[in-house]
């Protein structure tokens, strides 16, 4: 009885330090990824500045965060490099994505939560790869207006942001022709350990893909009908209804609504509110497995006037923010004292 009653009280323990787990205690190694080649519309590769200059470094680093910043990656210009069964910029986006999967995995190694700026979405290849090369098998939230998982051989537009997740799972690899500049790249996700949220413009091939594979997705009307704090709970239960893997949240800015994130290459109407976007990030940072975060397809060059690019820049900070253990209710330093009269 009276070990029953301390392990009790051990629990709970251990549940409120897990609840109240402080933001002092992640530390945040940011990539810049200035590449633009997975698609066709210039100016995603500001995406990186744009959002540092907006202060997010400064801020994580207010709210109790360490911060290491590694910089720009640098990417070559592959010339020529002529499209490969339709898909375009091959060679480009396989040798971007090889640099960042080996920039990632050093971040990870340094013991940081790895934070990816875009940069085009086909960027989730290399971050996802060298996620799940550093640290092992990976639950994947991806949160985007799209599913990204057409094949080569699929694709309408040839753009590779349009296909990353093809790449990446385990179950696509015998519909993926080989490219060049891919043979680094090894499928290292299972369909049951990836969870869409905020779909709304799926293409035939994709939708045929996720209902073959089964895969988890909660689309906006789902995200209608239960409510986002439902969806994330949901989300999880799924996930670890396996094993507690650490969780890669791959985050493309027009899942949320245009009317709040306007500055982006592919927008639809319909979206994440700015409340429901933030909660997907607080939850995801309570449950203490956050272990990467893609922030992809800003494009300052979208925006039409300058308060569409502030709009979606300071969003897109937020979001991060969130993901660090910003709380809408406020946050203190665990060292705060009040000051005496
Ligand atoms: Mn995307």
Not at 8 to 37: C, D, E, N, Y
Not at 127 to 150: E, M, Q, T
Not at 167 to 178: G, R, T
Not at 215 to 222: P, Q
């Given at each position: 009885?009276?070990?029953?009653?301390?392990?009790?009280?051990?629990?709970?323990?251990?549940?409120?330090?897990?609840?109240?787990?402080?933001?002092?205690?992640?530390?945040?190694?940011?990539?810049?990824?200035?590449?633009?080649?997975g698609q066709?519309?210039?100016?995603v590769?500001?995406g990186?500045?744009?959002?540092?200059?907006?202060?997010?470094?400064?801020?994580?680093?207010?709210?109790?965060?360490?911060?290491?910043?590694?910089?720009?990656?640098?990417?070559?210009?592959?010339?020529?490099?002529?499209?490969?069964?339709?898909?375009?910029?091959?060679?480009?986006?396989?040798?971007?994505?090889?640099?960042?999967?080996?920039?990632?995995?050093?971040?990870?190694?340094?013991?940081?939560?790895?934070?990816m700026l875009g940069g085009d979405h086909s960027l989730a290849?290399?971050s996802?790869?060298?996620?799940?090369?550093?640290?092992?098998?990976?639950?994947v939230v991806w949160v985007d207006a799209h599913a990204d998982v057409?094949?080569?051989?699929?694709?309408?537009?040839?753009?590779?942001h349009g296909?990353p997740m093809?790449?990446?799972?385990?179950?696509?690899?015998?519909?993926?022709?080989?490219?060049?500049?891919?043979?680094?790249?090894?499928?290292?996700?299972?369909?049951?350990?990836?969870?869409y949220i905020g779909l709304r413009d799926?293409?035939?091939?994709?939708?045929?893909?996720?209902?073959?594979?089964?895969?988890?997705?909660?689309?906006?009307?789902?995200?209608?009908?239960?409510?986002?704090?439902?969806?994330?709970?949901?989300?999880?239960?799924?996930?670890?209804?396996?094993?507690?893997?650490?969780?890669?949240l791959s985050y493309d800015i027009d899942a949320i609504d245009p009317?709040?994130t306007?500055a982006t290459g592919t927008p639809v109407?319909?979206g994440l509110?700015?409340?429901?976007g933030?909660?997907i990030?607080?939850?995801?940072?309570?449950?203490?497995?956050?272990?990467?975060v893609d922030l992809v397809e800003v494009n300052?060059?979208?925006?039409?006037?300058?308060?569409?690019?502030?709009?979606t820049?300071?969003t897109a900070?937020?979001l991060?923010?969130?993901?660090?253990?910003?709380?809408?209710?406020?946050?203190?330093?665990?060292?705060?004292?009040?000051?005496?009269?």
């Amino acid at each position: 009885m009276k070990s029953a009653r301390t392990l009790q009280q051990l629990a709970l323990t251990v549940k409120r330090s897990l609840h109240h787990s402080h933001p002092a205690q992640r530390s945040a190694g940011i990539i810049g990824a200035p590449f633009s080649k997975g698609q066709s519309r210039g100016g995603v590769e500001t995406g990186p500045d744009k959002i540092r200059a907006a202060g997010l470094v400064d801020r994580l680093q207010q709210q109790g965060c360490a911060v290491k910043d590694y910089g720009n990656l640098t990417f070559e210009d592959i010339v020529p490099d002529e499209p490969v069964r339709g898909s375009r910029r091959v060679r480009a986006v396989g040798s971007a994505n090889q640099r960042l999967s080996e920039a990632v995995q050093a971040v990870k190694k340094d013991g940081h939560t790895a934070v990816m700026l875009g940069g085009d979405h086909s960027l989730a290849m290399g971050s996802i790869h060298g996620h799940a090369a550093a640290v092992g098998p990976l639950s994947v939230v991806w949160v985007d207006a799209h599913a990204d998982v057409n094949t080569p051989l699929t694709s309408y537009t040839g753009n590779l942001h349009g296909q990353p997740m093809s790449y990446l799972l385990y179950e696509l690899q015998s519909k993926v022709p080989a490219l060049p500049n891919f043979s680094w790249m090894k499928p290292c996700v299972s369909s049951q350990d990836l969870v869409y949220i905020g779909l709304r413009d799926v293409d035939p091939a994709e939708h045929h893909i996720l209902k073959l594979l089964g895969v988890k997705a909660f689309s906006m009307s789902e995200v209608d009908q239960l409510g986002v704090a439902r969806v994330m709970e949901e989300t999880c239960d799924y996930l670890w209804d396996r094993a507690k893997k650490p969780i890669h949240l791959s985050y493309d800015i027009d899942a949320i609504d245009p009317s709040v994130t306007p500055a982006t290459g592919t927008p639809v109407v319909g979206g994440l509110t700015y409340r429901e976007g933030l909660y997907i990030t607080e939850h995801l940072c309570q449950t203490g497995l956050l272990s990467a975060v893609d922030l992809v397809e800003v494009n300052a060059l979208r925006g039409r006037t300058e308060a569409d690019v502030h709009s979606t820049v300071s969003t897109a900070v937020d979001l991060l923010l969130g993901c660090f253990g910003r709380l809408r209710e406020g946050n203190h330093l665990p060292d705060y004292s009040l000051p005496e009269p």
